[in-house]
């Protein structure tokens, strides 16, 4: 009976058949069932969940789920046991096989690392970051998207800027206009010299640390808890070419924001109207522009009250018709709703 049981239902104690199921639970209730309410489900007595009642070996009595439990733990430990000796066996053999294929004699000395490497979690990004430092003689260049700075961020590369200034290695940063109001990056700049030279955008590109032209750090997902860490000559040139190109463009620290030349409207708001004109949906234009969303809202409706529209889709208009969908333009012709018309200086 054993074999026949098995062999038409397959399965564990853990993963009983319907018809198994509706008969062990009604043992379990009732305390004891009919032999013959057994027979279509063989599988019961085969995984003992069943046995004879011994005053009545017409009747079968339930074994305790209690004891059913045990007996189920057991059963996936050994699996878990053996499952793991058949990992350990298989990391063996992958091993052995990397192990024929061993970099020859000409690879790159070590320290040259890949051309692309992937680093996961912060503790290995920061394990990175100060190797390049200490072997970095000459320049740092790095990209800070967002806007003003929290203080723990500048002070967890503090001692690697020091390190650097000791050293006579000269640094060049990008930020966001918005980042000019930050206290915490004033007091670095005064504290670091004129070992670093500061300029700001509107918006810059995503964060980019690079080391004598040599490696360059970027962020792998969204929140930072990946990097990739490249040293191919070309991406890293590239790199670098988007980072001067972006440095002619910028304006230093200590200079101020050019004027608009419309009355009422800032440079920021400026700055978000092109973007408006664009397309771009609020919480992307306060991402470029390193502002929280509230504060990118409260600039578009001091721009629709200035311009004088009521609506989004008016605004829009309003917006080209006084030139703010594009880059500023030399004397530009104004029409403000309600202003009249005038040359912007």
Do not use: K
Not at 18 to 37: L, N, T
Not at 119 to 130: C, V
Request: glycine share 8%.
């Amino acid at each position: 009976m054993t074999g026949h049981g098995t062999d038409e239902h397959p399965h564990g104690a853990d993963r009983l058949c319907d018809a198994g199921d509706r008969v062990y639970s009604r043992a379990v209730r009732r305390g004891r069932v009919p032999r013959h309410d057994a027979e279509p489900v063989p599988c019961l007595l085969d995984l003992a969940l069943l046995h004879p009642d011994p005053d009545d070996m017409d009747w079968l009595v339930p074994t305790a789920p209690q004891e059913v439990m045990t007996r189920l733990l057991r059963g996936v430990y050994d699996e878990v046991r053996a499952s793991q000796r058949r990992v350990g066996s298989v990391v063996a053999a992958v091993e052995w096989y990397a192990g024929l294929g061993r970099r020859p004699a000409s690879s790159p000395p070590a320290g040259e690392g890949t051309a692309i490497r992937v680093l996961d979690g912060l503790s290995r990004i920061q394990a990175a970051m100060d190797e390049a430092t200490q072997a970095c003689t000459a320049e740092v260049l790095t990209v800070q998207p967002g806007g003003i700075r929290p203080e723990h961020e500048l002070a967890e590369g503090l001692h690697r800027a020091l390190e650097l200034r000791g050293r006579g290695v000269r640094m060049r940063d990008l930020y966001t206009h918005v980042a000019r109001h930050g206290q915490g990056l004033l007091n670095y700049l005064e504290l670091m010299g004129d070992a670093v030279e500061a300029r700001t955008l509107d918006e810059v590109i995503d964060r980019l640390i690079l080391f004598d032209r040599t490696v360059a750090f970027i962020p792998a997902n969204s929140d930072r808890t990946m990097a990739l860490e490249l040293r191919h000559p070309a991406l890293v040139e590239y790199l670098g070419t988007v980072f001067e190109r972006l440095w002619r463009l910028a304006l230093p620290l200590t200079a101020p924001l050019p004027d608009t030349g419309i009355e009422g409207i800032s440079h920021r708001e400026r700055s978000i109207a092109a973007l408006l004109a664009e397309g771009h949906q609020d919480a992307v234009i306060a991402e470029r522009l390193g502002i929280s969303v509230r504060t990118c809202r409260a600039h578009i409706a001091r721009l629709s009250e200035t311009l004088g529209a009521a609506s989004r889709t008016q605004l829009g208009v309003r917006i080209a018709q006084v030139g703010l969908d594009g880059p500023p333009h030399a004397e530009p012709v104004v029409r403000v709703p309600g202003q009249g018309s005038r040359t912007a200086r």
